[in-house]
């Protein structure tokens, strides 16, 4: 009878999923994934669900192979010499690899009323509570902290209407875009009634129960404040004793395994590889759970795991239901001066959100069926080069 190899996947996003659907490939692995929901979500459409113009809950039945089990439950606690994992149920689950994808969520960086006051939109609870809130106050002045992707994306969202919508970005407008692209979003979110500030004087520095607070002293009014600046990872890894980057992700090699056990390997928003962690982003969470199933797939060959590559080209951002960007980018995930936006490219948007999720259900027909662009640039060639560093230290230790 043949040994059965036992997989847990903490995480049931993007990352996590494609992981369990990609580790298929054999037949004596056995993979159980924990998620403490019972659908998987569209994270990139928690913005429409805010707004009531769509949804992100998807049937687990519908993008996980058939032959995994599932776990309602959440990872409180991994123990690589037990190799345990510790449930929030009380009980606990062996493993002989673990694959840590437990993904990103609200990050409010200790402003004073931040945790308290505003609505973040990093889950799926939080997104339908702010929806909720939104319901009862359809007049309601609505301020929007943090101009990144899902802040730029949630104004666009809820501009129109009675509402009021105000974008407060605490510095540049979209960080990642290229200065030549930033224009044209501003005057989008312009056309749509959103009224943007930017620059370091918008820095919120407190929220209150009926305004924000700026760097610069002015006190604006806002009936609901939504909270968009930054993400942040669970504290799982370094509760558990494990090395992690000063922002909390696992701490790997270029094979997304730990640093301190060949046991587990991280995908996602939660892996940090060098210390070079990727952008996080569904676009870099589905090829990195692919990654992170060949290392695994790799050990229990007895062959050597492949370094992590990949490339990611750009991001495109709706600005509403009828528009959207598309910001191209080096292979090194730095913004090009290259842009287009328009209504044809809110149905490009569109066509990658739902391919985000045919990428998962095909895996889950098909194991090693995903692809994704390799990296052959700059950045391939410094992660290689701090990987061999790292390798030679540890055979002259």
Same mark, same amino acid.
């Given at each position: 009878?043949?040994?059965?190899?036992?997989?847990?996947?903490?995480?049931?996003?993007?990352?996590?999923?494609?992981?369990?659907?990609?580790?298929?490939?054999?037949?004596?692995?056995?993979?159980?994934?924990?998620?403490?929901?019972?659908?998987?979500?569209?994270?990139?459409?928690?913005?429409?669900?805010?707004?009531?113009?769509?949804?992100?809950?998807?049937?687990?039945?519908?993008?996980?192979?058939?032959?995994?089990?599932?776990?309602?439950?959440?990872?409180?606690?991994?123990?690589?010499?037990? #190799?345990? !994992?510790? @449930? +929030?149920? $009380?009980?606990? =689950? &062996?493993?002989?690899?673990? %694959?840590? /994808?437990? *993904?990103?969520?609200?990050?409010?960086?200790?402003?004073?009323?931040?945790?308290?006051?505003?609505?973040?939109?990093?889950?799926?609870?939080?997104?339908?509570?702010?929806?909720?809130?939104?319901?009862?106050?359809?007049?309601?002045?609505?301020?929007?902290?943090?101009?990144?992707?899902?802040?730029?994306?949630?104004?666009?969202?809820?501009?129109?209407?009675?509402?009021?919508?105000?974008?407060?970005?605490?510095?540049?407008?979209?960080?990642?875009?290229?200065?030549?692209?930033?224009?044209?979003?501003?005057?989008?979110?312009?056309?749509?009634?959103?009224?943007?500030?930017?620059?370091?004087?918008?820095?919120?520095?407190?929220?209150?129960? #009926?305004? !924000?607070? @700026? +760097?610069? $002293?002015?006190? =604006? &009014?806002?009936?609901?404040? %939504?909270? /968009?600046? *930054?993400?942040?990872?669970?504290?799982?890894?370094?509760?558990?004793?494990?090395?992690?980057?000063?922002?909390?992700?696992?701490?790997?090699?270029?094979?997304?395994?730990?640093?301190?056990?060949?046991?587990?390997?991280?995908?996602?928003?939660?892996?940090?590889?060098?210390?070079?962690?990727?952008?996080?982003?569904?676009?870099?969470?589905?090829?990195?759970?692919?990654?992170?199933?060949?290392?695994?797939?790799?050990?229990?060959?007895?062959?050597?795991?492949?370094?992590?590559?990949?490339?990611?080209?750009?991001?495109?951002?709706?600005?509403?239901?009828?528009?959207?960007?598309?910001?191209?980018?080096?292979?090194?995930?730095?913004?090009?001066?290259?842009?287009?936006?328009?209504? $044809?490219?809110? =149905?490009?948007?569109?066509?990658?959100?739902?391919?985000?999720?045919?990428?998962?259900?095909?895996?889950?027909?098909?194991?090693?069926?995903?692809?994704?662009?390799?990296?052959?640039?700059?950045?391939?060639?410094?992660?290689?080069?701090?990987?061999?560093?790292?390798?030679?230290?540890?055979?002259?230790?």
């Amino acid at each position: 009878m043949t040994e059965r190899i036992e997989v847990v996947v903490a995480g049931g996003g993007y990352a996590g999923v494609m992981a369990a659907n990609h580790l298929r490939q054999r037949d004596d692995v056995e993979v159980t994934l924990v998620n403490p929901r019972p659908s998987f979500v569209e994270r990139i459409r928690l913005h429409q669900v805010a707004a009531r113009t769509g949804d992100a809950a998807v049937d687990f039945r519908d993008v996980l192979g058939e032959g995994i089990g599932r776990v309602e439950d959440t990872v409180t606690r991994i123990d690589a010499a037990g #190799r345990r !994992v510790s @449930l +929030a149920s $009380g009980g606990d =689950l &062996p493993y002989d690899y673990l %694959v840590y /994808a437990v *993904g990103s969520g609200s990050r409010t960086a200790g402003v004073p009323g931040a945790a308290e006051l505003a609505y973040p939109v990093a889950s799926l609870e939080e997104a339908t509570r702010l929806r909720s809130v939104l319901d009862d106050a359809p007049a309601a002045v609505v301020t929007v902290v943090g101009a990144g992707p899902t802040g730029i994306e949630v104004a666009a969202e809820l501009a129109g209407g009675e509402r009021t919508v105000r974008l407060v970005c605490g510095g540049v407008l979209g960080p990642y875009l290229h200065p030549r692209t930033r224009p044209m979003v501003a005057r989008h979110l312009g056309a749509l009634g959103v009224r943007v500030l930017d620059g370091p004087s918008t820095a919120v520095v407190a929220v209150e129960p #009926r305004a !924000v607070r @700026l +760097a610069d $002293g002015r006190q =604006l &009014p806002s009936d609901i404040t %939504v909270w /968009a600046a *930054g993400f942040s990872v669970p504290e799982l890894a370094r509760r558990s004793g494990l090395r992690t980057d000063r922002d909390g992700r696992l701490l790997t090699d270029e094979t997304l395994t730990s640093v301190d056990d060949d046991r587990i390997v991280a995908a996602g928003d939660v892996a940090s590889p060098s210390g070079l962690p990727f952008r996080m982003s569904c676009q870099a969470a589905v090829p990195l759970g692919a990654q992170a199933a060949n290392t695994i797939l790799s050990r229990i060959a007895g062959t050597e795991p492949a370094p992590v590559s990949l490339a990611l080209l750009g991001e495109c951002i709706s600005l509403g239901r009828h528009d959207a960007v598309i910001q191209r980018a080096h292979r090194d995930d730095t913004a090009t001066a290259f842009h287009v936006g328009g209504r $044809g490219v809110a =149905l490009v948007k569109e066509t990658a959100c739902r391919l985000a999720v045919a990428s998962l259900t095909r895996e889950a027909r098909r194991p090693g069926s995903v692809f994704w662009i390799k990296d052959r640039g700059r950045a391939a060639r410094v992660r290689e080069r701090i990987w061999s560093d790292a390798v030679r230290a540890r055979e002259t230790a």
